[in-house]
């Protein structure tokens, strides 16, 4: 089905002080409290209800964000941009995890939302470093706690590297990025101008393990688990 103005939900009376946009698939739009569009392919939406559905059933009174719209992929159709370009005019933020190259394939890049809405705060999540030599990789938790360093210190010390059960790369990022979405939008109440926010998942990890770094650099020992 492909998206049009028709697709967009009532917005009723606008009793959020922040409108976000985002194409995230799951669980990122959790205790926000702003007004939520989504853009997402109709199917990747029915996975993730289905696939989250206990624990949205948990965090839905009072903390779930209100979703507004849901419309399909903007690459396959081209009214589908047209109602993404719209949107992007009246957001405040923009979030997005795509493979890198995806949004820019899409015209949705950062140069192109900043020509549509020179406020916007166009906030970025990837795996690695898109500067790093492996920019163009794809990522997800357990990789990223990986490639970050946090399981080479985690488990018993004559054990293999342990991922730990927590998805600490996925939200702690979340968190990382919140951050610079909250100093970009304060900065912008002065110079009237938004800007784009990167957070890269490995370079998070590198935070959160940091300790064990500083430790390495002062003793020259290996950190072991």
Do not use: W
């Not at 967009?8 to 959790?30: C, I, K, M, N």
């Not at 360093?149 to 730990?164: H, Q, T, V, W, Y």
């Not at 702690?172 to 938004?194: D, F, K, V």
């Amino acid at each position: 089905m492909a998206a049009n103005v028709s697709a967009l939900l009532p917005l009723g009376e606008d009793t959020t002080p922040y409108r976000r946009l985002t194409d995230a698939h799951v669980s990122v739009d959790r205790f926000a409290g702003q007004e939520v569009l989504r853009v997402a392919p109709e199917a990747l939406r029915l996975l993730a209800e289905q696939a989250f559905i206990d624990i949205n059933h948990l965090l839905r009174p009072g903390h779930l964000a209100q979703l507004r719209a849901i419309l399909d992929d903007p690459e396959a159709s081209p009214n589908d941009r047209f109602v993404a370009y719209d949107l992007l005019k009246t957001c405040d933020v923009l979030v997005q995890n795509m493979r890198p190259g995806v949004m820019e394939r899409l015209g949705l890049g950062y140069e192109k939302a900043r020509e549509l809405n020179p406020r916007i705060i166009y906030a970025q999540i990837k795996g690695f470093s898109p500067t790093g030599p492996y920019r163009n990789f794809l990522a997800f938790d357990s990789i990223v706690q990986a490639a970050g360093g946090a399981m080479s210190i985690n488990g018993e010390a004559n054990s293999l590297p342990l991922k730990p059960g927590m998805t600490v790369a996925d939200y702690g990022t979340g968190l990382h990025c919140l951050s610079g979405i909250l100093a970009a939008l304060y900065q912008r109440q002065s110079s009237g101008r938004g800007q784009r926010v990167e957070v890269a998942m490995q370079e998070v990890m590198l935070n959160f393990t940091r300790n064990a770094y500083a430790a390495q650099q002062e003793t020259g020992k290996v950190q072991t688990r």
